[in-house]
């Protein structure tokens, strides 16, 4: 009896020590100074929107944090990013440009490199991204180089090393502590930190990396081989307040071409199923779901779409969402703020002919 009491009494000091060094270590990560790391995505001279997400993002890290543009690219097209996004919003302190004909596409090895060869020169408490497919592709890449552990796909921040993220599909969210003693390094998702409208005018400083140290990998495992883009006036679909979606059922690419239409008379952006992507009716960029791309916009209106897990997972976010489908016991309906049971190929037809056209 007196062995166990003294075994159990050990053990709970030991205990007692654990919980204390995690406390003490925690307490410690949240007293440094909070300095921020952002890689910016731009195209044709412009800031992608999602870009000022993060950054929106990074201001819940704390009160007294900095936040830092990494810019990387080469051309003229990068100087006028790193112009926007030195005024992109008040949070930004600094933009770093590097400047060089290797970020010309943004490919993961060279992008790591270039984020590790950063921080060695500025010590960075955070690392972020968006968890777009440039952040999804570089991020882990440079967790890998750091040796530390990724947290994706973050909705919400707690506190500087406190964060929430879903699992699951998006069925449950799952609350996340980082205790490592490197950079903390983050994917956020972007339609959970929305931008308001700014009124502050501030410009950043911009400074551009001496790369004449910089070396990369003697062998790529990758190399650039092309891109192509939707010619069309339609809003992007990640960043769309209107969100237009066709699933299989539509059955033919013929067919999608009546979710074009009502998108245009909207104003807003064609999505589809990976059922309707895998079909091949639309090009795998327009593709909504956890393997797709995640949206929130104000109004979401899906046709044909029955809701499997991965689709409603990317819309979850959307403020109002429709659907209509035949099938009066599709998932979609249980998280559809107004559904409608009827054919599609009717319904359809009906809004294009009642609605105005887009002004």
Not at 245 to 251: F, H, M, N, S, V
Not at 286 to 305: C, N, R, S
Not at 342 to 353: A, Q
Request: net charge neutral.
């Amino acid at each position: 009896m007196l062995c166990s009491s003294v075994i159990l009494w050990k053990l709970s000091r030991r205990l007692v020590k654990h919980v204390f060094d995690i406390t003490a270590q925690s307490f410690s990560f949240c007293n440094a100074q909070i300095s921020t790391l952002i890689l910016a995505e731009h195209e044709s001279g412009s800031i992608k929107p999602q870009t000022v997400s993060t950054v929106v993002a990074a201001n819940h890290l704390g009160e007294s944090s900095s936040v830092s543009l990494l810019l990387a690219g080469s051309g003229s097209s990068l100087q006028e990013a790193a112009s926007q996004a030195a005024s992109c919003h008040p949070s930004v302190s600094e933009v770093l440009v590097a400047d060089s004909y290797r970020f010309e596409y943004p490919l993961a090895e060279p992008w790591a490199k270039l984020v590790d060869f950063v921080r060695q020169q500025r010590d960075y408490s955070h690392i972020l991204a968006s968890s777009s497919s440039f952040g999804k592709n570089i991020l882990p890449r440079v967790a890998a180089l750091l040796d530390v552990s990724p947290v994706t796909d973050v909705v919400k921040i707690l506190g500087s090393n406190e964060f929430i993220r879903p699992i699951y599909a998006g069925n449950a969210l799952c609350r996340v502590r980082y205790t490592g003693a490197g950079p903390c390094v983050l994917t956020i998702r972007t339609t959970s930190f929305p931008v308001t409208p700014i009124t502050e005018s501030k410009k950043a400083t911009i400074s551009q990396i001496d790369l004449s140290k910089f070396k990369e990998d003697a062998v790529s495992r990758s190399r650039y081989v092309g891109q192509s883009t939707q010619d069309t006036e339609r809003p992007d679909l990640g960043s769309a307040r209107v969100v237009i979606t066709g699933g299989r059922a539509l059955k033919s690419v013929e067919n999608f071409k009546m979710i074009e239409k009502l998108a245009e008379k909207l104003g807003g952006a064609v999505g589809a199923t990976r059922a309707a992507v895998d079909a091949g009716y639309v090009p795998n960029d327009l593709q909504v779901g956890q393997t797709g791309k995640i949206v929130a916009p104000e109004l979401y209106m899906a046709f044909g779409v029955s809701g499997a897990i991965q689709h409603l997972a990317g819309i979850k976010d959307s403020k109002v969402i429709v659907a209509v489908n035949k099938d009066a016991d599709a998932p979609i309906f249980q998280v559809a703020d107004y559904g409608l049971v009827g054919d599609l190929f009717e319904v359809i037809p009906e809004l294009l002919e009642k609605l105005p056209e887009k002004k």
